[in-house]
């Protein structure tokens, strides 16, 4: 059973940053993307920044210019830069793996909360 361990969150003034770190605790088969989704309280799920095996990173218009994926897809690794925090940023942060074919992997979230 692989699990995804994420961490980084926190409390952060408006205009800030953070570093959202996710690690796999093994290798994925048919994995083809990786990515970070939130929610906030009272709202759906949405996603926040996508990184593709093949493809070009994408991310939801409201964090463009502002949050950066990276990582490795190989090592099951991804990391979300996050400047320029905005207090809408708050939310439980997820990460997940996409597979191809199977069940998708999903962290247990991470709190990130932005005051004003």
């Known amino acids: 059973q692989v699990q995804l361990v994420e961490s980084g969150g926190g409390l952060v003034q408006a205009g800030g940053s953070l570093r959202l770190s996710c690690q796999a605790s093994?290798?994925?088969?048919?994995?083809?993307?990786m990515g970070w989704q939130r929610q906030a309280p009272g709202k759906e799920l949405e996603l926040v920044a996508l990184?593709?095996?093949?493809?070009?990173?994408k991310y939801a218009d409201s964090v463009k210019g502002r949050f950066t994926i990276s990582g490795d897809t190989a090592k099951v690794t991804v990391f979300l830069d996050m400047m320029s925090l905005k207090a809408e940023d708050t939310a439980v942060y997820y990460c997940?793996?996409?597979?191809?074919?199977?069940?998708?992997?999903w962290g247990q979230g991470t709190q990130v909360t932005v005051s004003s």
């Open positions: 997940y793996v996409s597979r191809s074919l199977g069940r998708d992997y």
């Open positions: 093994g290798s994925v088969s048919l994995l083809n993307a």
């Open positions: 990184m593709p095996v093949a493809g070009s990173a």
